[in-house]
T-cell receptor
Framework: GENVEQHPSTLSVQEGDSAVIKCTYS??????FPWYKQELGKGPQLIID?????GEKKDQRIAVTLNKTAKHFSLHITETQPEDSAVYFC???????????FGSGTRLQVQP | DAMVIQNPRYQVTQFGKPVTLSCSQT?????MYWYQQKSSQAPKLLFH???????NEADTPDNFQSRRPNTSFCFLDIRSPGLGDAAMYLC????????????FGPGTRLTVT
């Protein structure tokens, strides 16, 4: 089955700096890679996703890049703000597999 | 607004006392999922419904059951909760299977005393 590894497990940045979270996946058939933000006591919220026919996608301060050859994808947050503080999960899904396989999560703390 | 709703948000049950958690959605999505999330861990899929078809994960204990009486509602039944079943239970929906966006509810935090 699919295995998704996520690094780092914790990340602390100063407000205004950039943050990068990286994930690798094992199943070359995976073709959908979402990122979720989870605030304390809440359900995960989809913030951005990318499909395997695209190498990069941006939405304001958030971008995701995908390297299919190396089987890794990354989340980039620019100009971080304290409200970006949360746990971020990457995930992967693909043909023949309905469910998402999640990474282990990254706790991002943005220091004011 | 279209959304995924979970009730209750907090549930306390006694060891061995059956408990039911509920999920409803106004998105008219055909797939509904139940995840278990323990502290500082990723969500773990228990099972999902694709329309009326039930799909159990191989490592989901028999203690966990689910019902989906119609498109909008899905229930998680824990027949005999143990202390190890204390967790956040998340319901999610998607429009189709295989890689479509999943939308999560706020979760139900279950405490077992």
């Amino acid at each position: 089955g699919e295995n998704v590894e996520q690094h780092p497990s914790t990340l602390s940045v100063q407000e205004g700096d950039s943050a990068v979270i990286k994930c690798t996946y094992s199943d070359s058939a995976s073709n959908y890679f979402p990122w979720y933000k989870q605030e304390l006591g809440k359900g995960p919220q989809l913030i951005i996703d990318i499909r395997s026919n695209v190498g990069e996608k941006k939405d304001q301060r958030i971008a995701v890049t995908l390297n299919k050859t190396a089987k890794h994808f990354s989340l980039h947050i620019t100009e971080t703000q304290p409200e970006d503080s949360a746990v971020y999960f990457c995930a992967a899904a693909g043909t023949g597999r309905r469910a998402l396989t999640f990474g282990s999560g990254t706790r991002l703390q943005v220091q004011p | 607004d279209a959304m995924v709703i979970q009730n209750p948000r907090y549930q306390v049950t006694q060891f061995g006392k059956p408990v039911t958690l509920s999920c409803s959605q106004t998105l008219n999505h055909n797939v509904m999922y139940w995840y278990q999330q323990k502290s500082s861990q990723a969500p773990k899929l228990l099972f999902h419904y694709y329309d009326k078809d039930f799909n159990n994960e191989a490592d989901t204990p028999d203690n966990f059951q689910s019902r989906r009486p119609n498109t909008s509602f899905c229930f998680l039944d824990i027949r005999s909760p143990g202390l190890g079943d204390a967790a956040m239970y998340l319901c999610a929906t998607s429009r189709e299977d295989r890689g479509r966006e999943q939308y999560f509810g706020p979760g139900t935090r279950l405490t077992v005393t």
